[in-house]
Structures are given as C-alpha cells and as structure tokens.
C-alpha cells in the first residue's frame, strides 16, 4: 500500500500535537512494528523555477493539425503583467479553471526545462501541468485542476504541492488486511512511537428515521452486513478539493469525480471499500444474492462479464448492478449528471470475492481488502464519513435515513495467561507488559475471574487474524521488539541416525550420481491428458488418479502414479534449450489410491484426533511408494580424441537398473515385457524374486512423436520401496589360484531369455563357476526357424586349490544338464 508521510503525520498530530519525524525515522517505525517497506521510501521529485497558480482567461481551438490543440491565455497574477500565452492539448478544462503553470525558467522533474518556445504557429510561454509532469503520479490522465477559491492567480503553487512529502509502499502480509488503511497503518506507527492514538472510524449523529434503501441479503451469499446512506442534491459540475487529489494521487488512485473520490478516500483511510450508485438509474430494491447461472454484467471496466452461480451479485429489479466486493456495474455509475448518491458500505465473505475475482481474472483495491477480511463494524462509520464529505465537496443534503441490514458477529475471547509471552520468548517482561500491549492493539483485556495471572483477552473486529493464545503471544513479541529475543543456539538431541528408508534412499541416488546421471526434483502433480497421450488402455492401474481439488495449475490437477510423464517433460524443456545428450533421474513418491482409499469427513480442529481416528485417517490414504526413474537420450559416450560417442541404448538403461539393484544388494532378474509407454520387444520387466518391482527399455517411437520428444530416448522406473532396507556389503573373495575358461554353445527355443539360461548355468556349476558371459548368438536354416544358439564364456575357479581340467569339465556339465532339464538345451554340434 502507498501511503505519504504527511497524511500519516496529520493524522497522528490531531491527538499528538507537533508531532513529526524524518522519512527515515518514520521507515524505522514501521519495521519496529514488523512492518516491511519495498525499497526505500518514495520522495517527491524535485522542481526549481516559477511554479504558479493560473486561471484559464481564454481558449482558442487551433484547426488544422493531427491532433486537438488548445491556445489559451492564462492570468499568471503580476509576474508577466499580463494574460500568459499557452499551448496545450488536454481537453479536461474549461474556462475560468484555476491550473497549476510552469513558466520559463521552471526545470520539471527529470530535467525538463520550461521556456518560451513558437509552436503550432504560436508563442507558447509556459506551460499547463499535469500530475504526471509534475511528478506525482505515473499515469497521466489530464492537467490538475483547482476548486475555485484554492488560491488566488499568480500565487506560489509550491506549499500547494507540499513537494517535501514522501511515500511509503508498505508490504502488506494477507494476515493483516487492516493495515491496508491509514486507521490500521497509523494505529500502528502510534504504538512504534509510544504515542496516543484517536480512533477516526467513528460513527456520526446523521440520522435513522427509515431506510435509505430497500436491502435484501440473501444467507448463502455469506454477506455480514450492508449500510447504505443517501446524499441528494449534490452539485454534478464541483472538482474534488486539491487535497483529496493529491492525497488519492500519492496513494496511486487516479480522481474521477467528488461522487467517486470520495469512496476511494474513505476505503484508504478506514479500509472500508464503498461504492456509489446513481439513485436515478437504480430499479428498485436492492438484493445481495448469488447470480444466475448464465446471467451477464458490464462492469465499470467496460467488459460484459458473463456470471457463474457461485459469483455474489448486487441486485436490483433490472437484474445484476455489481460484482459484490469486486466491481460495480456500469449501469448505475455515478456520471457528470448525477445529482442523488446512495453509498453502499457492506461487508461481504472473503473466500467469495477470492475466487469471484480468481474467476473473471478481475482485482481491484477493494476485491485486495475484502480478501484479507474487512472490519464488520466499520461499515457504518464509513458510510456516514463518505456521505459528510461528499457533502462539503459538492453541497447537497444527507438524508436522515439510513439501511443497516445484518449484524457485526460477536468475537469469541481467549483465556491467555499473563506470563505465556515471556514463557515463549525466554524474557522476563515487567508485570502487565502482555495487558498494555494487547489494549494497543485493540483488545479488551479483563482478568478471568477465579484465575490468578490469567487475563481474558476479546480480540477487536478489526483483527481476525487473532484467534488463539499463540497468535496473542506473536503480537507481544512483536510490539516489544523480536530482536530483544536472545538468540541461542538449541542443542540437537540425541538419535538414532537415519531410518533404514532414508539409508536406502541415500544408496540409491549416490549410486546413480556415480553412475554419471544428474538429478531432477520431479513434481508431485501430473498432466491430466498424459495417459492419453500414451494410449494407455481403461483398465491400466496407472489411470487411477487421486485428483487435486485446488491445484496449482488446472492442466495438473492428478497426483503422479508413475514419475515417467515428469522426466519426460524434463528432457522436452532441456532439448528446447539446446542439451540433447541427457542422463537424468529422479527419486520421489507417486500416488498410488487402490480399494482401501476413500474420502473422509473433516477432523475436528478444537482438540487432538483420536488414536481410531488417526488409524482411520491413515488406512483411508492411497500408497505412496518411493520411486526411481532415469532416462537416457544422445550420446552416452561423447565424441573426443578417443572417437566416435556411442548414442545410448537399451542396454545402458538395464545398467542403471542393475546399478540400482546392486547399491541394496539386489539380485535383480529381466524379463522380456510389453507395457507403454516403451516399446514392445524392447522393454523388460525387473523382477526381486517373483515380485515384478519396476521396467526398462526404449520408449515407443509414437509416444516420443506425440510428446515431442528426441526420436530414441529410454528410460526405467524401479519402486524403491519394494528393495531391500538393510544391506552391509560383501567384501570381494579373491583366489590365488588361476581361472580355468571353457565355451560352450546351447541350442534352445529362441523364446527362452538368455538371463534364464545364464541362472541355469550358475545354478548348476555350483560354487566353481566364477562368471558366465554371452559372446555370440547364432540363426540359421540348420538349427530351424524357432531355435538359435548362445554361446557362453564359462571361467572356473577354486579359492583352495589349482582346478584340473577335469574338474571344470565336470562342473560345465552340471551346468549344461540343468540348462537341459529346465529348458531343453542341447550342445551345439554344428
């Protein structure tokens, strides 16, 4: 929020006469009470020269060029004498208007030099500011225009412009959306400074002898409270007051008319948003209700917005009038014509006017307080502050009537004892420091009766962030300064290191970071289209989604069941940017929801579930097991000295797996697969015993092409919490004795996997055979169309003795016997 010191100071000196402090005293202030101010306070640009007040004498439409231009005489007072020549092209005055002038001399912000110069064929001596030009605002909207009776021509605009002002931009957290208002603001530089502090959101004797308008308030729209207020009579050709201009400029609000400044002026300075209607256009009563779905409103913006049932409208015979707490509607909007006013002050629920405005992509300064929940008992005060302004502005009459419908919810108060902040803070506050500090802001503090050093704190309306003892004890601290907290550093307790779970996490991603593989943090979320997009039949398990009520983004709105769609969208953004030899991989949870998952009802949040509660609770989640996926595209081996790189293929991506596999001490077994997203023929299924724990292979070339993705790529996905937790390592038993090597070659049907065969042969070779290694497969016509051969390197060897030939002969039969009973080997003889 944009606030100037002066206004903040003006307000404090009502009760605190004379007071003032420097900018950076007052920056100081505010990050006592916690408050934090972005960048460095804003000081007015400064300008030298003559600046004066001028009244508009004449005005000469000049024709003829691309745009309208004005040549005009203006009484500068008896600096020149006489009327000043001016050329200007705003169109936002008329005559007899009193202008703030730049003559030549003058040097405006940024270095601009006023001087007489001939344009559009005339002499123009000077020049006619705007805000903009003058410094005070960025968007320009026209010249300023004064009041009559502001100053008198010729006179200094400088104590006008009070150019010694600066501006704070306050960082306003959503917890406290009371300080988005000079009440809550000044409230708190009062407690900075130990000042007093004189509440401005008071209430006046206007009258309520009957309703200034017929109001319905609908229940389900969650609505509080509406005041209205009716001013008639009000003179539609009057300019707001120099000082509300100036006062909305600095704040960041661009002045339209005294009907419509003044709404804004009262929502920054007691954070009530208000709005204006023009009675004449209003048909009927008034109702705060939900919107038809379908139903359409032009708001004050322009733009016809079509409603949604869940939209809180403003009502009247004619249908919608405005976006509750978002926006008006353009048909009653207050225009030059407008003669009778009704102010609406009302108090509508935050969540609505969030997701109103999250809706139609909509904020505005009052949606921005209403989300952060506005004070119920300020409505009033603010109506009837709003109505006696607008009055002294633009004349007219406030009527002795007044619309109050709703009620301010009572607040529940909170036993806290006396002693918890110092408890908390590890300081020994004086006696009454936690009474003294809640009374300033707001509460009503009384001792609970029938307990010692226990107080009875109600929070005020204007705070409903404070809503139990820990909240209460954070504004103490707060207030007395947290850096009066001494730091200490505590001692970390004892333990038992890490669980077995994160053992096994650790071995894992150290053993693919060795492995020459970068990690990622995949994302819990997942495309809702993804499988989709993969072909996944209806029936595949990984379709059973669990689904995010309020994501983050709506195109992912599932918990990821399989961490492939993540890396894939990884390797899509870094081939995008140029990297196309990626090894990359991930180790998260996915969300897997089967039978047993179901939704449960809220727990109660005023005590601790109980222990069937929690078991409830827990048996009611899907599971969440730790995955690990790599994928692998480009080169694997770059290009060098050494030669050609080799481009990553399968094989590499069973590696990693085994890699996997051997950080936990796990024996993993392969078997041939078909599940997308890869290929068929080459994807593998990774077996821990007969437990099908996860699969490797190449992608499908189809799925790459609809993903965008590199032509070749592969990947594996291994469930880490099906492996092994506890493993300790073997350490490598190395024999003096030398290795006796044997080949053998199989005949088998071309269906059996070589992996089977491989464990056969260790199986029966018992404890001689050292390593079996593929070298060869063989096709051809003599062996017949379903059968090819694998030839193995076999190496024996004893850790007590030096093997006989015999000896390992003897153990390669019994190996190739039980590759024989199990599968129908026979010793190739071709």
Request: with cysteine; glycine share 8%.
């Amino acid at each position: 929020m944009f606030v100037p010191q002066s206004w903040l100071t003006d307000t404090l000196d009502k009760c605190n006469p004379g007071w003032s402090v420097s900018t950076a005293d007052l920056d100081a202030g505010f990050v006592k009470v916690g408050f934090e101010i972005e960048g460095v306070p804003h000081p007015l640009p400064t300008i030298t020269g003559p600046l004066v007040v001028g009244q508009v004498m004449e005005i000469e439409e000049l024709e003829g060029f691309k745009k309208p231009i004005r040549f005009c005489h203006v009484d500068v007072g008896n600096e020149n004498g006489e009327l000043q020549e001016i050329i200007c092209g705003a169109r936002n005055f008329k005559l007899h208007d009193l202008v703030i002038v730049a003559l030549p001399g003058a040097v405006l912000p940024g270095g601009f030099e006023i001087s007489a110069r001939k344009t559009y064929s005339h002499m123009s001596c000077g020049m006619m500011c705007s805000a903009t030009e003058l410094g005070i605002e960025q968007d320009h909207s026209g010249i300023i225009t004064l009041r009559p009776g502001t100053a008198e021509p010729g006179s200094s605009a400088y104590p006008l412009l009070n150019l010694d002002d600066a501006v704070f931009e306050v960082n306003i957290t959503p917890d406290r959306g009371y300080a988005l208002s000079l009440r809550g603001l000044s409230r708190e530089i009062a407690i900075s400074f130990g000042l007093q502090y004189q509440e401005i959101a008071v209430e006046k004797d206007l009258g309520n002898k009957g309703e200034a308008w017929p109001v319905t308030i609908e229940p389900e729209t969650g609505t509080q409270r509406f005041v209205a207020r009716r001013v008639t009579g009000i003179d539609p050709q009057a300019v707001t007051p120099w000082w509300m201009q100036r006062r909305l400029l600095l704040a960041g609000v661009r002045p339209i008319s005294p009907a419509v400044d003044v709404t804004n002026y009262v929502m920054l300075e007691l954070g009530q948003p208000l709005h204006a209607y023009d009675i004449a256009k209003l048909q009927g009563d008034i109702t705060v209700r939900c919107a038809h779905e379908g139903e359409k409103l032009t708001t004050l913006d322009g733009v016809e917005r079509e409603l949604s049932s869940e939209d809180v409208v403003i009502a009247d015979g004619s249908g919608p009038v405005g976006l509750a707490g978002v926006m008006g509607g353009a048909a009653t909007e207050v225009g030059n014509t407008t003669t009778d006013v009704l102010f609406e002050a009302a108090n509508f629920d935050s969540l609505h006017i969030f997701r109103t405005g999250r809706r139609h992509k909509l904020s505005s300064e009052a949606s921005r307080r209403f989300e952060r929940k506005v004070d119920p008992a300020v409505c009033r005060a603010a109506a009837d502050r709003a109505a006696t302004l607008l009055v002294e502005i633009a004349g007219g009459t406030v009527e002795p009537l007044l619309t109050d419908a709703g009620e301010v919810p009572s607040v529940a108060p909170i036993l806290f004892p006396a002693h918890r902040p110092s408890d908390v803070a590890g300081v020994d506050y004086p006696e009454g420091t936690a009474r003294r500090r809640l009374e300033q802001i707001g509460c009503q503090v009384d001792n609970a009766p029938g307990e010692e050093g226990v107080l009875t704190v109600t929070p005020p309306t204007w705070r409903p962030d404070l809503q139990m003892r820990a909240d209460l004890v954070e504004e103490v601290l707060r207030l007395e300064g947290l850096e009066q907290i001494p730091v200490r550093l505590p001692q970390a307790p004892s333990g038992h290191g890490l669980t077995p779970e994160q053992r096994r996490r650790r071995m894992v991603n150290k053993a693919m970071a060795y492995a020459g593989y970068v990690e990622i943090l995949p994302t819990p979320f997942m495309s809702n289209t993804v499988f989709d997009e993969w072909g996944l039949p209806n029936d595949d398990p990984r379709r059973r989604v669990t689904k995010v009520l309020n994501p983050l983004d709506s195109d992912y709105g599932c918990l990821a069941t399989t961490l492939l769609p993540e890396m894939f969208d990884v390797v899509k953004r870094n081939v995008a940017r140029g990297q196309h030899d990626l090894g990359l991989y991930g180790v998260e949870e996915v969300c897997l929801p089967d039978e047993t998952t179901k939704p449960m009802a809220m727990l109660s949040t005023d005590k601790r579930p109980s222990d069937a509660e929690i078991v409830a609770l827990q048996s009611a989640l899907p599971k969440q097991p730790m995955h690990v996926a790599a994928v692998l595209t480009g080169l694997r081996d770059q290009t060098g000295p050494w030669g050609k790189g080799r481009p990553a293929d399968v094989w590499d991506i069973i590696e990693a797996v085994r890699q996997v596999g051997r950080a936990v001490g796990a024996e993993f077994r392969f078997e041939k697969a078909e599940l997308l997203p890869w290929h068929p023929g080459r994807c593998a299924a990774v077996y821990l015993g007969d437990e099908c724990v996860g699969y490797a292979g190449e992608i499908h070339p189809q799925i790459l092409d609809k993903c965008g993705l590199p032509a070749r790529m592969c990947a594996m996905e291994v469930n880490v919490s099906a492996l092994p937790t506890e493993y300790k390592g073997q350490s490598p038993v190395v024999s003096p004795y030398p290795p006796v090597y044997q080949d053998v070659a199989l005949v088998v049907a071309k269906d059996v996997p070589q992996a089977d065969i491989v464990a056969a042969l260790y199986e029966g070779g018992g404890d001689l055979l050292e390593s079996v290694k593929l070298f060869d497969i063989y096709e051809s016509e003599q062996l017949g169309d379903d059968k090819r051969s694998l030839a193995f390197a076999l190496s024996f060897r004893s850790t007590e003795r030096t093997l006989t030939e015999e000896e390992a002969s003897a153990a390669r039969d019994a190996a190739v016997a039980v590759a024989a009973e199990r599968f129908g080997a026979e010793l190739r003889s071709l």
